[in-house]
């Protein structure tokens, strides 16, 4: 086999390693050596890094990860008004980061966006299909049920709700639940196009 440093050839190297990190077969590799830029060099006897990539197993399945969906704005359309004033405003974007520091915008203790899928942009537009609804659990076990409208855009000010909260979304189709407590009402701070504080990426209908 030729050596190529492509990705796709460091990926297998990777996750080679950590699959045979985890048995016990007694076959052993010579190792590659890291480079400054990351990179591996084979090994200096002239010998390939040992992996075959004809042995590597295709990557998992990704229809095991919900989360594993393409970037798409599923809706197909998307929020133009800027700041305008409207429930309706700025989609998929932290809407309490953003009202923080805006003269007249309403003081929110949660705020954030539904999406029909997990990995959607800024602006677009999500969704209330199925009857979603958000439920947000306080820290004395109070629930807040909040509907998103057309766009997913859901908020509430004004609850008197203690930190920290949990949160889930529930529709016809199921539920999806956030275990870990958050303190930040501003969700889609971290449920992000890509996920920002180990957050997922999108808040996404069950
Ligand atoms: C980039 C800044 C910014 C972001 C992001 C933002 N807003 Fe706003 N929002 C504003 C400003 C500024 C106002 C006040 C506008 C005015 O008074 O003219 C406002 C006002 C509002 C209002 C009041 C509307 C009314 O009729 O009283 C609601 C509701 C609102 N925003 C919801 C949201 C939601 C929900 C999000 C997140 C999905 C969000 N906003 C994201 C800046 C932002
Ligand atoms: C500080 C970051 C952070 C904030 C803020 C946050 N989340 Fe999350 N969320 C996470 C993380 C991390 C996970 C994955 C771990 C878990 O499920 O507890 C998650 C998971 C979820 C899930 C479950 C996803 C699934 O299917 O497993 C839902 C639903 C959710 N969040 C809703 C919300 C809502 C609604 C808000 C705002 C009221 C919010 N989150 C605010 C970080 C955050």
Redesign the pocket.
Known sequence: MTFSKSNATLAALASTALLFAGCSASRSFPTPTPTEDGGLVPPEDGSSPGVDLGDVPPPVDAGGDPYATPTVCSSGTNWTG??????????????????A??????R?DV???VYATAHEPDACNGTNASGAVVIITDANGAEYRLPP?A?????ARGTGMVMPYTARVESTAGVRAMLAPQTNGDC?ACHTLAGTSSAPGRIMLP
């Open positions: 800027g700041t305008r004033r409207s429930a309706s405003m700025e989609p998929g974007m932290a809407c309490i980061t953003c009202h520091r805006s003269r007249g915008a309403p929110f705020a954030g966006t409208n766009v997913g855009n859901f908020s889609n």
